[in-house]
């Protein structure tokens, strides 16, 4: 039987899949991350958990493919990272390091692109090979499959949905420091600003008006119980996601677009309002894109790092 190794490092945590090579799952596992001293021990802590696992397995090296590696950052072609927001990282070679810790082939991807592989292999986009992934979660990660291969890029920086300018009149700035970003308006944090700004907007009745704190989630939850402003927050949130897809959608003619992230938990009524305002912008030869919630959860990551090993 021959195996490979799945890591999806992030900023407090590293999640790890242990794979045999026709996709099944054995064992997954969590380490810390240690970001302190630059992130110096992550890919030393990796390793020596890999060889952890190998020895309790009783599995021989010659029978693991490889390594495959999603890290939250723009990489390379050649595994290279130039800088990480939440790791220590600056200029890392992480490919060629983590191939000498441990032995083995390394193979590295952006988490988003990699998320959204592991969405194709094994999760909602299962069957087809072009598709676009959407995390909503605290910011808007994205990943770009074509021909069941990730959209990297020049600069590693291939699918990042999330700073698209999608409203140039917009006044505060996006964390990048840009305006006008999609992040601005489609992620958790993104809506949490879209409520506050509609309930200052004037005194109109609503159920968000008791709750001490507007998150996303109060936000989906007030649009079930069919709160007239949650809805008209929920329908902005909406307009600017799925004109945004739109576009992409005419340069990439995805199959499938997948909807993931935290924000996705509100469940299909949040597909609602981003399949109408996509359908009402979309090219007509992307009219029939298929609209999926992401299935894969915390695992996608993991999985897809495993399919750069595959593939």
């Not at 970001?35 to 952890?52: K, M, R, W, Y």
């Not at 300018?165 to 999609?182: A, D, F, I, M, P």
Request: net charge negative; with cysteine; aromatic share 6%.
């Amino acid at each position: 039987m021959k195996y490979c190794f799945g890591v999806d490092i992030g900023g407090t945590t590293v999640k790890m899949g242990l794979f045999q090579i026709d996709g099944v799952l054995l064992e997954k596992w969590e380490i810390p991350s240690h970001t302190e001293n630059e992130g110096a021990a992550i890919l030393p802590d990796v390793a020596a958990s890999i060889e952890e696992l190998c020895e309790k397995k009783k599995i021989a090296k010659d029978q693991i493919e490889g390594v495959g590696i999603g890290v939250p950052a723009p990489v390379t072609e050649v595994g290279i990272v130039q800088n990480t927001a939440n790791l220590g990282w600056g200029y890392k070679e992480v490919k060629k390091e983590m191939e000498e810790l441990t032995g083995l082939k390394v193979r590295l991807g952006n988490d988003a692109n990699v998320a959204a592989l592991g969405e194709m292999w094994l999760g909602a986009g299962k069957g087809e090979k072009n598709i676009v992934m959407v995390t909503l979660g605290t910011g808007v990660g994205g990943g770009v499959i074509l021909e069941g291969h990730p959209l990297v890029g020049t600069n590693g920086a291939g699918g990042e949905i999330g700073h698209i300018c999608v409203n140039e009149t917009e006044t505060e700035t996006c964390g990048c420091g840009k305006k006008g970003c999609l992040e601005q308006y489609a992620s958790a944090t993104g809506i949490a600003r879209l409520a506050a700004l509609r309930l200052a907007k004037d005194a109109k009745s609503s159920l968000l008006r008791s709750q001490e704190h507007v998150d996303a989630e109060a936000v989906f939850d007030a649009l079930k119980a069919q709160d007239e402003v949650a809805e008209e927050i929920v329908e902005e949130f909406g307009k600017y996601l799925g004109h945004a897809l739109a576009n992409i959608a005419v340069v990439v003619d995805p199959a499938v677009i997948v909807i993931g992230g935290g924000v996705s938990k509100a469940g299909e009524i949040l597909l609602d309002y981003i399949v109408k305002n996509y359908r009402a912008n979309a090219f007509f030869a992307n009219q029939d894109v298929q609209f999926k919630l992401a299935e894969l959860g915390n695992d996608a990551g993991i999985c897809g790092a495993a399919k750069l090993i595959f593939d």
